[in-house]
């Protein structure tokens, strides 16, 4: 499975961006995908998480109410609607996709957010 990103880049806080995340190869191995991020001297983080058939969804408590995970499964597609951005959302937004045996990453997308 491949994963690529797109969407990313610098708004002002109060701003709006979508990230996309477009899968190949064996999408239909997969089980559920997610969007990490990681801002400079933290770890990678959950942000947030979509099942691929139940559409089951969670978030992290930080972005709860601001972002939201979609997919659209006949695209092999996940997004990312993140509003009302806050300069701590400032991260390299990663792309994830995993099942009971595999793990997969994209290469990730830089979102900067500034006050």
């Known amino acids: 499975v491949q994963l690529v990103e797109s969407g990313g880049g610098l708004v002002q806080a109060g701003g709006s961006l979508r990230l996309s995340c477009a899968a190949s190869?064996?999408?239909?191995?997969?089980?559920?995908m997610a969007w990490y991020r990681q801002a400079p001297g933290k770890q990678r983080e959950l942000v947030a998480a979509?099942?691929?058939?139940?559409?089951?969804?969670n978030y992290a408590d930080s972005v709860k109410g601001r972002f939201t995970i979609s997919r659209d499964n006949a695209k092999n597609t996940m997004y990312l609607e993140m509003n009302t951005l806050k300069p701590e959302d400032t991260a390299v937004y990663y792309c994830?996709?995993?099942?009971?045996?595999?793990?997969?990453w994209g290469q990730g997308t830089q979102v900067t957010v500034s006050s």
């Open positions: 994830n996709a995993f099942n009971s045996d595999s793990d997969y």
């Open positions: 190869g064996s999408t239909f191995s997969i089980d559920a």
């Open positions: 979509i099942h691929n058939r139940s559409g089951h969804t």
